[in-house]
């Protein structure tokens, strides 16, 4: 192991005790150590971290540049209080600019729609049902589709209804309640889940026909294709992902509030913590995600400073 190497471990290990999501730095900083390793380097440098961040890349997306200058730019300000000569690359040379992708949001029509997909285009009666119960899982829940399919049985409390959610996005663990409606949807699962399929491998709510965890990979593609099938989003302009559900949760929610006359802004950081967002910056994103929810929001605005001119 190189020294550079060597570095990146502890960086890594800092970075991840402090609770920081690493996928980027995991996924992109060995390449950045092997580059420098290659050309001699024993830190890091503004002209080495460029170089490396222009090289071509096989995925080709606008912004894998950025991306990379943003994770050898954290490196850099770690090695920067170690070694002298360290170079910091500064935030103007390659600007990350974060694009947001508008939601999807679907409708409790597109729901049933996708439930009723699973139950007559899937042939195998445990995975129609697995499917079924999903898809109605995370629009009840927003829960993020990694969650979900990392539950195991004993994640379940049945009689108080709520879910244990494990070191999920962040590292962190967090409880979600759920109704009634929700809780007996999943005792019909489990108990149709035992019955087909009574040895399991995994101890996952889940199963997949292997008897093992559900796959992210294989749910993408089983979903997109419940989506084509149920003719959801042909139009849209944003092509309809799993993680739309988890939106359309969020949107929902506040648009109930909204129509109820609830205290928005007080209410947003429980939301926050239910959906297991770092800070409460990251859930004001939906007011502006949804024009239906932006129109109630301006509308309430406007009312109440009417009745405060009046």
Known sequence: MSGLEQDLANYLQLRRSLGHELAESHRLLPGFVVF??????TTITTQAALEWSQQPSTTAPSSVGPRRMTAARGFARYLSGIYPGTEVPPLELMPHRQRWRLPFIYSSTDIGALMSQARCLIDQPLRAATYETLIGLLAATGL??????????T???WSERVLLIRESKFG???LVPVQESTIQA???HATLRDELQPTSIDASFFVSL??????YQVVQHTFRCLVTAAGIGADSPSAPRIHDLRHSFAIQ????WYRSDEDVQ????????YLGHREPASTYWYLSAAPELLAVAAARQDAQWMKARS
């Open 36 to 41: 420098l390793d290659t050309r001699g380097c």
């Open 210 to 215: 292997t008897r093992k965890r559900l796959s």
């Open 186 to 188: 999943l005792k019909s």
């Open 172 to 174: 962190k663990s967090r």
């Open 253 to 256: 929610t506040l648009l109930g």
């Open 266 to 273: 007080a209410k947003i950081p429980s939301l926050s913590t």
């Open 144 to 153: 993020r589709i990694g969650e979900a399919i990392k539950l195991d049985r």
């Open 155 to 157: 994640d379940v409390d």
